[in-house]
């Protein structure tokens, strides 16, 4: 099992630009969410999904949208990228199986840069 | 706003000593969990204390949660060079789908 992946490792994009994260997960798990890492930071929750065709916003929502069109799939989306978006963005799943008792699981990152 | 808090920012240590790290958190609990991360990797999950739970163990790995006091800390015991990483504490209140708010982590330097 690969667990949770993410593409692209590395992206540069000039202020404006748009683009989309994907994140993929093998383990059928219901719940994914999106978060970003800030220099000497822990993690701030974007968005999350708790099944296909369903998302909910986070702690910091503002100048993303996501999707979950597919179950083993959650995309993030920068409509006009700022400066103020340069963040590593970390995906992770998680099972409903013991609902506010299950561990996530997370993808290796995503280092975005907007110039 | 961060939930969790840790203590300290960062600790430098010999390999065999144990480290010691503090989380403070402000609103009521679920679940309070433990990750590592690896220089320029993703999160790896350590333990899970559940909000009835005083102490977990888990190999080299201790946990305490003082619920009145809105606090846990993470023991590691002989460490090892390996060991060195960030480690932070995550919360899960009761409002369920295991969302998880974050410290901003302990960076831990573990010397041979």
């Known amino acids: 099992n690969a667990g949770v992946t993410q593409t692209p490792k590395f992206r540069v994009l000039k202020t404006g630009q748009s683009m989309t994260l994907l994140c993929a997960q093998d383990?059928?798990?219901?719940?994914m969410y999106w978060y970003r890492q800030d220099p000497g930071m822990g993690l701030r929750l974007i968005h999350y999904?708790?099944?296909?065709?369903?998302?909910a916003k986070g702690e910091v929502p503002d100048g993303y949208n996501v999707s979950r069109l597919k179950k083993q799939n959650f995309l993030l989306g920068l409509e006009s990228a700022a400066p103020s978006q340069t963040s590593v963005y970390f995906c992770?799943?998680?099972?409903?199986?013991?609902?506010?008792?299950?561990?996530?699981?997370f993808g290796p990152g995503t280092r975005l840069t907007v110039l | 706003s961060q939930q969790g808090e840790e203590d300290p920012q960062a600790l430098s240590i010999q390999e065999g000593e144990n480290a010691t790290m503090n989380c403070s958190y402000k609103?009521?609990?679920?679940?309070l969990q433990w990750y590592r991360q690896n220089s320029g990797r993703g999160l790896v999950h350590l333990i899970l204390?559940?909000?009835?739970?005083r102490e977990k163990h888990s190999g080299r790995l201790r946990v305490t949660l003082d619920t009145s006091k809105k606090s846990s800390s993470l023991l590691i015991t002989a460490s090892r060079a390996a060991d060195t990483a960030s480690y932070f504490c995550?919360?899960?209140?009761?409002?369920?789908?295991?969302?998880?708010?974050f410290g901003a982590g302990t960076r831990l330097a573990v010397h041979p």
């Open positions: 992770a799943s998680s099972s409903a199986l013991v609902p506010g008792l299950d561990e996530q699981f």
């Open positions: 383990m059928n798990h219901e719940y």
């Open positions: 999904s708790v099944g296909e065709g369903t998302t």
């Open positions: 609103t009521s609990i679920n679940n």
């Open positions: 204390i559940r909000s009835n739970e």
């Open positions: 995550a919360t899960a209140n009761s409002g369920g789908y295991n969302k998880l708010i």
